[in-house]
């Protein structure tokens, strides 16, 4: 079975950073498809980025330059580096799994909801809060 735990949230000032991490454990390899989501209150689940186990990375277009995507596979932990952090970035930040390695993981867009519905596992989500 798997399982995801995302840890790593809290408060932060604009401008400040964080990193979120998602430990996960049952039968995902190395090469599977990972990634991060996010759904502001209110708002519809948003993709922020994926990357497989060679360290390929595909980023929503909002997210190129701040948000950086990794994974250590012998940690078994994903990871989501956020920097300079913005009041609109508050959110509940989800770990998604996927047991499959395609290019889609890489090379698909993230309009609308193909990518979403090609993860069959979730983490619980992890609050960030962007305030002063």
């Known amino acids: 079975q798997v399982q995801l735990v995302e840890s790593g949230g809290g408060s932060v000032q604009p401008g400040g950073s964080l990193r979120l991490s998602c430990v996960y454990s049952?039968?995902?390899?190395?090469?599977?498809?990972m990634a991060w989501f996010r759904q502001v209150s209110g708002k519809e689940l948003e993709g922020v980025a994926s990357?497989?186990?060679?360290?390929?990375?595909n980023y929503a277009d909002s997210f190129k330059g701040r948000f950086t995507i990794s994974k250590d596979n012998a940690k078994k932990t994903l990871y989501l580096q956020m920097n300079n952090l913005k009041s609109e970035d508050t959110a509940m930040y989800y770990c998604?799994?996927?047991?499959?390695?395609?290019?889609?993981?890489?090379?698909?867009?993230?309009?609308?909801?193909?990518?979403?519905?090609?993860?069959?596992?979730w983490g619980q989500g992890i609050l960030v809060n962007v305030s002063s």
């Open positions: 998604a799994a996927s047991q499959d390695s395609g290019s889609w993981c890489y090379m698909s867009n993230w309009v609308g909801t193909y990518m979403q519905n090609q993860f069959d596992y």
């Open positions: 049952g039968p995902i390899a190395t090469t599977d498809c």
């Open positions: 990357t497989g186990g060679d360290g390929i990375t």
